[in-house]
């Protein structure tokens, strides 16, 4: 039997490499990419808990998560294609105006 | 044993895969990686008696949501070559904030490790406890989604309606009358 600790490892490792995503790319899709990784390591954080404890709460709010995260890419796509309507870049730094 | 070495396998695709969706270039294969993230990270949900959550995450997830991040991707067509130069002139490409953030980075990776080593109930296993019937039965699932948590349930509905309204009139043309 895999020991709890082994997926909170695991989801660890994704969660740090979607933070890193979120730092160190300058492409505003790959930043929501790196979102949605690290979505998933806490999705993935609460399966096991929720299997640890025996209840499926941990799965209900799995599910919860994912349909946050539906509307949020819903949304965060179509801010993207209003920027690059306005800008013709996907780089972060050429929106550092808030006004224009 | 074979269920250890399945663990191992699935986890290392899903961390070897995110690895590749940050260190690429291309937009295009990074949301291709992704889709195999997500199968590694769906293998693992089965793993943990959770075969609802993972055809979930294959159809929802990597069905519906990476589709439409590659039509994004094919519909705005952005050249790949002006990522080198986005990451030279990177604003925190600054020595003396690479190395602070070095060194967080390094005390954050050993109080992970301290905090993941010292809890006595993490070495169980994880199925230890649980009775193997109730959790992994989608009947249980969806009794307790629509009666204890029916209002999150009603007001995710709401979520989506806001979602989709917002998206619509954000990726509108300008000055186009509806």
Redesign the interface.
């Known amino acids: 039997m895999v020991p709890l600790s082994y997926y909170l490892i695991v989801s660890a490792v994704l969660f740090a490499l979607g933070a890193a995503g979120v730092f160190l790319r300058r492409n505003l899709i790959t930043i929501l990419l790196s979102i949605e990784i690290m979505l998933n390591a806490v999705n993935l954080t609460f399966v096991a808990f929720g299997r640890f404890a025996g209840d499926v709460d941990g799965q209900i709010i799995t599910f919860f998560v994912m349909t946050v995260a539906a509307a949020e890419a819903a949304v965060g796509l179509a801010l993207v294609i209003a920027l690059f309507r306005h800008r013709e870049s996907l780089n972060p730094d050429a929106f550092t105006n808030l006004k224009w | 044993m074979p ?2 070495l399945v ?1 191992y396998a699935f ?1 290392a695709l ?2 070897v895969a ?2 590749c ?2 260190g ?1 270039r291309n ?1 295009m294969y ?2 291709l990686l ?1 889709v195999l ?2 199968a590694a ?1 769906a293998g ?2 089965i ?4 075969p ?2 993972a055809l ?2 294959m159809i ?2 990597a069905g ?2 990476m589709v ?2 590659l039509f ?2 094919m ?2 067509n ?1 050249p790949q070559e ?2 080198l130069i ?2 030279r ?4 490409r600054h020595p003396v904030i690479t190395r602070v953030g070095t060194l967080l980075a390094v005390v954050l ?1 050993v109080e ?1 490790a301290y905090a ?1 080593m010292r ?1 006595n ?11 193997r019937e ?2 992994s039965s989608v009947r ?2 969806g009794r ?2 629509f009666t204890d ?1 029916m209002f ?1 349930f009603e007001a ?1 509905s709401v ?2 309606l ?3 309204v ?3 009139l ?2 509108r ?2 000055g186009e009358q509806s």
């Open positions: 269920e250890t663990f986890s899903a961390v995110s690895a969706v940050i690429q937009p990074s949301v992704l993230s997500f990270i693992l949900f793993q943990l008696d959770a609802f959550l979930a995450l929802v997830y519906a949501i439409l991040f994004v991707v519909l705005l952005a002006d990522a986005w990451d002139t990177h604003p925190l990776i992970l993941l809890g109930d993490l070495a169980q296993g994880v199925g230890s406890r649980a009775g109730t959790v249980e699932l307790v989604l948590y999150a995710t979520l989506i806001v979602a989709m917002g998206a619509v954000m990726a043309r300008e």
